[in-house]
């Protein structure tokens, strides 16, 4: 919590973004991240992909696009305002990841036991 509020205040503070900026930021971020991971899902369900390179690949396309959004963003257009969205999806995606990545422990555990 205290690195997310300190690297939210920094981005805020750097572009010059109000707070009341956020909340439309977030909601951006959330649909965003689950249009990514249900993409990401389908196209491997398609390319019938095991379960490890799923998740890899789910975990892999959300990451590579907060850099990429940081780098249009910022060193492309060289707008701090393009900052916000992309720190928060920053941030968001990675708690995103960890809860893809526990889900497939969950059912990879789960699978284990039924073979049992």
């Not at 956020?22 to 990401?40: D, E, F, K, Q, W």
């Not at 249009?72 to 992309?86: M, N, Q």
């Amino acid at each position: 919590i205290l690195v997310v509020l300190i690297t939210g205040s920094g981005v805020l503070a750097a572009s010059g973004t109000e707070i009341s900026d956020l909340p439309y930021a977030i909601m951006a971020v959330l649909l965003l991240l689950a249009g990514v991971v249900t993409a990401a899902y389908a196209v491997c369900a398609l390319a019938r992909l095991d379960e490890m390179r799923t998740m890899t690949v789910v975990i892999e396309t959300g990451v590579q696009n907060a850099a990429t959004a940081f780098l249009i963003g910022g060193a492309i257009l060289k707008e701090p305002g393009f900052i916000l969205t992309p720190a928060v999806y920053a941030i968001l995606m990675f708690a995103a990841a960890g809860l893809v990545i526990k889900m497939a422990r969950r059912r990879e555990r789960a699978a284990g036991e039924a073979s049992l």
